[in-house]
């Protein structure tokens, strides 16, 4: 029983979170904008000192940031093979760590660059009709001491939600056209949060 409640309190904070997504959406922001608002709420949720949506220039076959949640400095762009986060996108695979240094593809010269100590992280590959477009990256949980499984579930299936909605956010320019377009793509999130809500009777 005990259990089955905190299921329940999990899913409802997942509930939460897509709506404060969805509802991002329908401010007229640029994209950099709506990338640190969505990252302020997915770091909330994991409760995370930094998070980071990077995604796959094809012009440059670069990674960028529009914004990393937790750092001053605004676009980064990476070697899309470069550290964890290039390896999660490279292999299409999930990468949640306790002890980074210890992974072969942890890059740790940005920790010494910055004095900042990475002392655990998730990661993984944003996918969109079947082709990675990203990664996403969590760094050191502020509460646990390490991310746990239900933060990857959590993040897999949150990924998979908005996926649609990064594949328009990962242009740095967001037209009229394009807006109709995060639109179609939210909608499927205020699909599936109505349908939550109303078989767990929330805000009933």
Known sequence: MIEHSKNEDQQIKKLNALLKISNIINEKEPP???????????????????????????RTDELYTHFA????????????????VGMV???????????????????????????????????????????????FQALNKKTGNEFTEEDEDFLTELLEQISALLNVLKRRD????????????????????DEFRRSHKIGT
């Not at 949720?45 to 995604?55: C, E, H, P």
């Not at 949640?69 to 964890?84: A, N, Q």
């Open 32 to 58: 950099s904008v709506l990338i640190k608002k969505i990252s302020e709420v997915v770091a909330g949720f994991l409760d995370a000192d930094r998070v980071s949506f990077f995604f796959h220039d094809e």
């Open 69 to 84: 949640w937790g750092l001053t400095k605004g676009e980064i762009s990476v070697p899309k093979d470069l550290g964890i």
């Open 89 to 135: 996108f490279s292999s299409n695979s999930i990468v949640r760590t306790n002890a980074p240094y210890d992974h072969p593809h942890f890059y740790f010269h940005s920790d010494l660059e910055t004095g900042y100590k990475t002392e655990n992280l998730i990661a993984l590959p944003v996918v969109h009709k079947n082709k990675t477009i990203g990664a």
């Open 174 to 193: 967001v037209d009229e056209y394009q807006t109709h377009m995060l639109r179609d793509a939210v909608s499927g999130i205020i699909k599936w949060a």
